[in-house]
């Protein structure tokens, strides 16, 4: 139940650099660098409940997804961690261009981790009971 908060962050950090991108608007840039600050603490607190999931079971770390998938999510971690310092600077730089491109591979990465997640679940039934 974790997941979905630190992905709608994340997404919703590439909407609001997006929107300050266009309007030059200082309060997308605060919203960024908040979206940012709040995806990092709940995806970290996501990333120990997974690292848990996959330390505690053999059959797990034998799929080469639950590899990738994890080090996926890993990469993802550290370009929103790299985005929030560049968030952290003032005015446009904060966002254009490096904080939109982060903001762009953050997703990116995503959109393919969450498909590896999806194809565990749904295919190799990780994580699904009886």
Do not use: K
């Amino acid at each position: 139940m974790l997941v979905p908060f630190p992905i709608a962050c994340f997404v919703g950090t590439l909407v609001t650099d997006i929107a300050y991108w266009q309007t030059a608007e200082m309060q997308w840039a605060n919203f960024s660098a908040w979206l940012l600050f709040a995806g990092l603490i709940m995806g970290g607190l996501a990333a120990i409940a997974g690292l848990i999931d996959f330390l505690s079971n053999r059959l797990i770390r034998r799929l080469g997804y639950a590899w990738l998938h994890m080090i996926g999510n890993v990469i993802v971690m550290l370009l929103a961690l790299f985005n929030a310092f560049i968030h952290s600077r003032d005015a446009w730089t904060s966002v254009v261009p490096t904080g939109l491109v982060l903001s762009v591979l953050t997703v990116l990465v995503m959109l393919c981790t969450g498909w590896l997640g999806w194809a565990m679940v749904y295919r190799y039934r990780v994580g699904v009971a009886g």
